[in-house]
């Protein structure tokens, strides 16, 4: 059951509300367990590691098609994929990139997933909640496939 945030009424539960919060929980613990400064490849086995731990389904380095007028373009990899719902872009770096949040909007743009989260193993671990509603996607051409190229 997804909840409401505190002080809002009337309003919908978040789209994989559920699921964020496990993912977000999970990027706190690794965020407290591995030092500051490690490469992103190590907070990302690690956090992998504490997704299946908790049950979750993930793939990781996921190579999607990204499709140009209905034609096959480039292959594009996310970071993540957990449970075939939810986008994971890692960044550890001292300051986040100015384009990280577009980066994941421009994902969820290509698929037809509706929810990504960047995960900043920072100085401050931040994290971000990234939305993107199918409906609202103008698709004239073929969504990228979420398949292994």
Do not use: W
Not at 33 to 44: F, I, T
Not at 55 to 60: D, H, N, P
Not at 82 to 94: D, M, Q, T, W, Y
Not at 133 to 144: D, F, I, V, Y
């Amino acid at each position: 059951m997804e909840r409401t945030p505190p002080g809002i009424t009337g309003s919908r539960p978040l789209i994989e509300g559920e699921l964020t919060e496990s993912i977000i929980g999970c990027f706190f613990r690794v965020y407290r367990a591995l030092p500051r400064g490690c490469r992103e490849h190590l907070y990302a086995l690690a956090l992998q590691r504490e997704l299946t731990d908790a049950g979750l389904s993930v793939e990781r380095e996921k190579h999607i098609m990204v499709y140009y007028r209905g034609q096959p373009l480039a292959r594009q990899k996310l970071d993540m994929v957990v449970n075939g719902k939810v986008i994971v872009e890692i960044k550890a770096s001292v300051r986040l990139p100015s384009d990280a949040n577009t980066q994941v909007f421009g994902y969820l743009a290509v698929t037809n997933l509706e929810v990504g989260l960047l995960l900043h193993f920072g100085e401050q671990p931040k994290f971000y909640r990234i939305v993107y509603e199918n409906r609202l996607k103008e698709r004239p051409t073929s969504p990228a496939t979420l398949d292994h190229c």
